[in-house]
């Protein structure tokens, strides 16, 4: 079945450092992979995907991920946090052989310092 | 384009009640995904309607079903419920297979 880990549960960066957030995934075939952003009560906000091509993606917000096949892994980067990015992040596989289906990983909830 | 909206936002209801959740979906939108999120078992797929038809479905009792309408908009029906289905009950819309969801805010059940 397939599986996504994220193996932070909380992480906290000061206002301006950079940010990385891990997910690893186990999918038999070629993935679609996704990040989502989830601010308290709210719903869930897709930042970036990655289905085929150029492995470095972009997303709004300033984020980018980026695609590694060889170590099952789709991280979360950005270069400069603001405080506004404080939220839970969430890292998903998309099944899409019968449809749209997206397992989700556990989340990381971002803390950040000022 | 209007985002995904789902009615009601917010719910109370009692052990061994029904509910209904609506969702309506960004236009043109033919897909429609359903998830729950609680704390303890974080965001799990429940089903998806595309065209009317449920073309997928997760790991959840018979007590969780859904429909769509030619309109698109979907709804999920629990029956007899439990203290275990309060959650947050999340929507998704998405224009084809294979694309990106889009989600709406969410209905907050809490059954008592």
């Known amino acids: 079945a397939q599986s996504v880990t994220q193996p932070d549960i909380h992480i906290t960066v000061s206002e301006g450092a950079s940010l990385e957030l891990r997910c690893n995934y186990s999918?038999?075939?070629?993935?679609?992979l996704f990040w989502y952003v989830q601010s308290p009560g709210q719903g869930l906000q897709l930042l970036l995907k990655y289905f085929s091509g150029d492995t470095l993606v972009q997303g709004i917000k300033g984020f980018e991920a980026e695609f590694k096949r060889s170590q099952s892994s789709f991280n979360l980067r950005k270069p400069s946090v603001h405080w506004s990015d404080a939220a839970e992040y969430f890292c998903?596989?998309?099944?899409?052989?019968?449809?749209?289906?997206?397992?989700f990983g556990a989340g990381t909830i971002l803390r950040v310092k000022s | 384009k209007a985002g995904v909206t789902q009615t009601p936002r917010y719910l109370i209801k009692t052990r061994g009640q029904q509910v209904t959740l609506s969702c309506s979906p960004i236009?043109?939108?033919?897909?429609v995904s359903w998830y729950q999120q609680t704390p303890g078992q974080g965001l799990q797929f429940l089903f998806e309607?595309?065209?009317?038809?449920?073309?997928n479905k997760g790991n959840f009792p018979g007590r969780f079903s859904g429909r769509q309408f030619s309109n698109s908009r979907s709804e999920m029906n629990v029956s007899t419920l439990e203290l275990g289905d309060s959650a947050l009950y999340l929507c998704?819309?998405?224009?084809?297979?294979?694309?990106?969801?889009?989600f709406g805010p969410g209905t907050r059940l809490t059954v008592t």
């Open positions: 236009s043109g939108h033919r897909s």
């Open positions: 999918y038999g075939a070629t993935p679609y």
């Open positions: 309607y595309f065209s009317e038809t449920q073309r």
């Open positions: 998704a819309s998405a224009d084809r297979t294979r694309g990106e969801q889009y």
């Open positions: 998903a596989v998309g099944e899409m052989e019968y449809g749209n289906k997206l397992v």
